[in-house]
């Protein structure tokens, strides 16, 4: 599976930004797809994923409530909205997928920076 994100950019505290990834290739055996980032000097962390079948939506608990996940089967594409952005969501965005029990597959980032 290859995966292509993109909408990553700068935005003030408070704003909003929505990320997409495109999935092509052996898209029919992914079962999942999420988003992680990792911020200077720290580790990757998960954001958000979604069951490709279910649509079952889950979270960080850091992120829960301002971002939301969702899907477009028809294009083999993933959303992530992020809303009320803060200062110390400033990271490289990255797209992932899953086709067992843990996310191996990963697109490049996207930086999204948010000034204060």
């Known amino acids: 599976v290859q995966l292509q994100a993109s909408g990553g950019g700068l935005v003030q505290a408070g704003g909003s930004l929505q990320l997409s990834c495109a999935a092509s290739?052996?898209?029919?055996?992914?079962?999942?797809m999420g988003w992680f980032r990792q911020a200077p000097g720290k580790e990757r962390e998960f954001v958000a994923g979604?069951?490709?079948?279910?649509?079952?939506?889950y979270y960080s608990s850091s992120v829960k409530g301002p971002f939301t996940i969702s899907k477009d089967n028809a294009k083999n594409s993933v959303l992530l909205q992020m809303n009320s952005l803060a200062p110390e969501d400033t990271a490289v965005y990255y797209c992932?997928?899953?086709?067992?029990?843990?996310?191996?597959?990963w697109g490049q980032g996207t930086q999204v920076t948010v000034s204060s």
């Open positions: 979604i069951d490709w079948i279910s649509g079952h939506t």
């Open positions: 290739g052996r898209t029919f055996s992914t079962n999942a």
């Open positions: 992932a997928a899953s086709a067992g029990s843990k996310y191996d597959q």
